[in-house]
């Protein structure tokens, strides 16, 4: 749930839930997923997304898009690199949106704990936005450290014959809205390398426009008069 919506819980308790389906019916979500990235490609534009009208711009560096499957879990990455086909070394790929949008949730795979696959290291993705970054870090077959907000969930354990696969969820999971991200290796240094994963999928949802917050505001107004009428 993003801070906005949070906001409005409160004032649907206060005045009775009477203009929540305006707000809720502006902030379309969209869908980007794997599939979307076209294989032996470094560029795709994605539109139709959150409100409709937002455009993604979809860049990869140092190679192309490349997926693999690892146990059943398919993601996207780079070609090339340490491992073909999973994001490392100073690889990446970046969404740029445009419009600001918030992120409701993002899934990842191919993140494993040191020991497996001869890591040396536990892999760590970044996820680099413009109002900050953001660290996942695979610390067990099943448990993770991410330092951003929502609810971090292990989809497929972190440990070989697996997919190492994560979802972030909850809505906003970084604390605001951005206009790009960028996913790369969040291992430092000479152990970029191990920072390898891959991109599975984004759901995003687009700021409420001014004429869905002016008929949301009208619609509470009303439901309080009438709350307090009733009195």
């Given at each position: 749930?993003?801070?906005?919506?949070?906001?409005?819980?409160?004032?649907?308790?206060?005045?009775?839930?009477?203009?929540?389906?305006?707000?809720?019916?502006?902030?379309?979500?969209?869908?980007?997923?794997?599939?979307?990235?076209?294989?032996?490609?470094?560029?795709?534009?994605?539109?139709?997304?959150?409100?409709?009208?937002?455009?993604?711009?979809?860049?990869?560096?140092?190679?192309?898009?490349?997926?693999?499957?690892?146990?059943?879990?398919?993601?996207?990455?780079?070609?090339?690199?340490?491992?073909?086909?999973?994001?490392?070394?100073?690889?990446?790929?970046?969404?740029?949106?445009?419009?600001?949008?918030?992120?409701?949730?993002?899934?990842?795979?191919?993140?494993?704990?040191?020991?497996?696959?001869?890591?040396v290291w536990?892999?760590?993705?970044?996820?680099?936005?413009?109002?900050?970054?953001?660290?996942?870090?695979?610390?067990?077959?099943?448990?993770?450290?991410?330092?951003?907000?929502?609810?971090?969930?292990?989809?497929?354990?972190?440990?070989?014959?697996?997919?190492?696969?994560?979802?972030?969820?909850?809505?906003?999971?970084?604390?605001?809205?951005?206009?790009?991200?960028?996913?790369?290796s969040g291992?430092?240094?000479?152990?970029?390398?191990?920072?390898?994963?891959?991109?599975?999928?984004?759901?995003?949802?687009?700021?409420?426009?001014?004429?869905?917050?002016?008929?949301?505001?009208?619609?509470?107004?009303?439901?309080?008069?009438?709350?307090?009428?009733?009195?």
């Amino acid at each position: 749930m993003n801070h906005r919506m949070k906001n409005v819980t409160g004032l649907c308790a206060a005045a009775g839930c009477a203009g929540l389906a305006f707000l809720t019916a502006e902030a379309h979500a969209g869908v980007i997923s794997f599939s979307d990235l076209p294989t032996g490609t470094n560029n795709v534009s994605i539109g139709g997304l959150a409100s409709g009208s937002v455009t993604a711009d979809v860049v990869s560096f140092d190679g192309n898009f490349r997926p693999k499957t690892v146990a059943g879990v398919t993601a996207v990455g780079v070609q090339g690199g340490s491992v073909n086909g999973e994001i490392d070394g100073s690889q990446y790929i970046e969404f740029s949106f445009s419009a600001p949008v918030f992120v409701n949730s993002i899934s990842i795979a191919h993140l494993y704990t040191a020991g497996n696959f001869g890591d040396v290291w536990n892999e760590t993705a970044l996820f680099s936005t413009d109002i900050g970054d953001f660290t996942l870090e695979a610390t067990g077959a099943t448990s993770g450290a991410w330092t951003g907000g929502g609810l971090l969930v292990n989809d497929s354990p972190a440990v070989e014959k697996s997919g190492g696969a994560w979802s972030v969820l909850g809505g906003d999971i970084f604390g605001g809205a951005i206009t790009s991200i960028r996913l790369s290796s969040g291992n430092a240094g000479n152990q970029s390398k191990y920072g390898d994963f891959g991109f599975v999928g984004m759901e995003v949802s687009a700021i409420p426009g001014p004429g869905a917050l002016a008929l949301f505001a009208g619609a509470m107004l009303a439901g309080a008069r009438r709350r307090r009428s009733g009195q």
